[in-house]
């Protein structure tokens, strides 16, 4: 997939805020300082589009990117290169231990509302640091979304920070973990927003949940 244009869109502090839900959507989501917003610009190919922080905790808001995109085959003529319009969605972090108890419970209350009622939310993608071992945190979040048939993938981020059998190690430990509750494992995917390592394979997974989607 061929991303021509990414657009920043709006900021909502509630679904009823959220832009028009007229085109599949990409939400990424995870631990504050995961790596959502450097993921966002990688795939996109534009470094400031999302804003990256060394400071945990900063994205309260519901973001909304308008992605324009057409497949990269030079096969199958023009309904192939047919031009498909998305959002990508960024949303603030879970399990940030600084802030109130008051403010959690608003942020978890606005992320499930918005998890729960948001139609055209096409696929979840769940963040995992792959330098630490599972956290109980992320677990029960997924277990959350299995519960309530939300479809969601794992994506493994910051791969440049390991060596490769460290990474091996990790990613394996992981999903031996998740073999205890899921069957099958959902989709996983292993990123550096550094190296821009595991892009193809995420662009290429969105592509063919468009193409899906656009069948129905
Ligand atoms: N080495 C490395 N650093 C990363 C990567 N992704 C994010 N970071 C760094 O991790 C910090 C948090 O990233 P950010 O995208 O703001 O995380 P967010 O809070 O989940 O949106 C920033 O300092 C980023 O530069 C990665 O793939 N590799
Ligand atoms: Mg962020």
């Known amino acids: 997939m061929n991303i021509f244009s990414a657009t920043y ?13 007229n085109q599949p959507e990409y939400a ?4 504050s300082n995961v790596g ?10 534009q470094k400031h589009l999302a804003k990256t922080s060394a400071t945990p905790g900063k994205t309260m808001l519901i973001n909304h990117f308008e992605i324009h995109s057409e497949p990269n ?19 603030p972090g879970y399990g940030f231990a600084q802030r ?7 942020l978890e209350q606005m992320i499930s509302s918005y998890i729960l009622q948001r139609h055209n939310l096409s696929n979840l993608f769940v963040l995992i640091d792959c330098r630490h071992a599972p956290q ?12 309530s048939n939300v479809p969601f993938s794992i994506v493994f981020t910051k791969a440049d920070k390991l060596s490769r059998a460290q990474l091996a190690e990790n990613i394996n430990a992981y999903i ?4 205890e509750e899921w069957e099958p494992i959902p989709p996983h995917f292993i990123t550096s927003s550094e190296t821009r390592q595991g892009r193809e394979e995420l662009l290429n997974y969105i592509e063919e949940i468009n193409k899906e989607i656009a069948q129905l």
């Not at 959502?36 to 190919?45: D, E, F, H, P, V």
């Not at 085959?73 to 949303?91: E, M, N, P, Q, R």
């Open 9 to 21: 869109i709006k900021s909502s502090a509630l679904i009823s805020q959220c832009p028009e839900h």
């Open 28 to 31: 990424f989501i995870g631990r």
């Open 36 to 45: 959502k917003s450097s993921l966002i610009n990688m795939l996109t190919g």
């Open 73 to 91: 085959s030079a096969f199958g003529g023009a309904a192939a290169k047919k031009a498909a319009t998305w959002y990508i969605v960024d949303l």
């Open 100 to 106: 109130s108890k008051s403010q959690r419970a608003k």
């Open 136 to 147: 109980q945190i992320d677990l029960e979040f997924m277990s959350w979304l299995g519960e």
């Open 176 to 179: 031996q973990q998740l073999a």
